[in-house]
């Protein structure tokens, strides 16, 4: 289908629940498309939205479940809620620079993306914003992103590699953004010394492994600052004794739940040099 060149917006509802559609060409007149425009067009594969366009209202290609890559342009500067929601054959997705905010399941349930990167525009990830992406492997976080908001990440149980370009982890909002599975199994990547940060951060402190710049942490290293000495030592004593809470996430080493000698002991050996299973 052809959108004359003469329209400026494409209105609410427009196409909603038109399953034969298969392709939609939009001209480069029109500045926004309504909500809910193309929602339940099942038979739409992929879409091209060009430069002119600003704005993209809420639920535009909701349900598009034959939707597998979408093109957002750089003069887009928010997805809207539910923007691509239940999208569940998208596989293909560039988020511009020009986005600085990504709103509430914008992404929800889109469960054919691997890989996603958020660029360093934005600042702000909605509530479950890419809950039940079950498939996303590699996530990379931007430079500015600086809230993310409750179960953003949550249901994505594949999540293998984070990676943040933040120095100063994210905010996160509620306790819990991502799969509790994925705090054992997944490798959070982290700009070179920002590691004491994620450490001490809520929820990231709880992640097991950590890349600092390509240099893994060993097992211990409680403080972040690649060895294990006497400090981290100090640490698990004072959590033992209750003089202090810090680095507890990270000091049940033996992960039976619990700070105890164990975790000590595990520690102490890690610093002689003593093999630790």
Not at 67 to 88: E, G, K, M, Q
Not at 114 to 120: A, G, H, Q
Not at 262 to 269: G, K
């Amino acid at each position: 289908m052809d959108i004359p060149n003469s329209l400026t917006s494409i209105g609410n509802s427009t196409f909603s629940s038109c399953s034969s559609l298969t392709s939609v060409t939009i001209p480069n007149s029109v500045t926004s498309i309504g909500n809910s425009t193309f929602s339940s067009c099942s038979g739409l594969t992929s879409m091209t939205i060009p430069n002119s366009v600003t704005s993209i209202g809420e639920s535009a290609f909701r349900d598009c479940t034959g939707l597998t890559s979408v093109d957002i342009p750089n003069s887009v500067n928010s997805i809207d809620n539910n923007t691509f929601r239940n999208c569940t054959n998208l596989t293909s997705l560039d988020i511009p620079n020009s986005v600085t905010s990504i709103g509430e399941y914008a992404f929800y349930n889109s469960s054919g993306l691997t890989r996603l990167t958020i660029p360093n525009s934005v600042t702000t990830i909605g509530q479950s914003a890419f809950r039940n992406c079950s498939k996303l492997k590699l996530l990379e976080l931007g430079t500015e992103l600086r809230t993310i908001n409750g179960q953003a990440f949550n249901g994505c149980p594949a999540i293998t590699d984070i990676i943040s370009h933040r120095d100063r982890p994210a905010e996160i909002v509620d306790n819990t953004p991502f799969s509790t599975s994925i705090y054992t199994t997944a490798t959070v990547h982290v700009p070179s010394g920002s590691l004491p940060n994620y450490y001490s951060a809520p929820v990231w402190m709880r992640f097991d492994q950590f890349v600092d710049d390509a240099v893994e942490v060993v097992k211990g290293d409680l403080n972040g600052d690649g060895r294990v000495d006497i400090n981290d030592v100090n640490a698990v004593v004072n959590l033992i004794l209750g003089r202090s809470t810090l680095y507890r996430d990270r000091a049940d080493i033996t992960g039976d739940g619990k700070v105890s000698v164990s975790d000590l002991n595990v520690i102490v050996n890690v610093m002689l040099g003593r093999n630790v299973n």
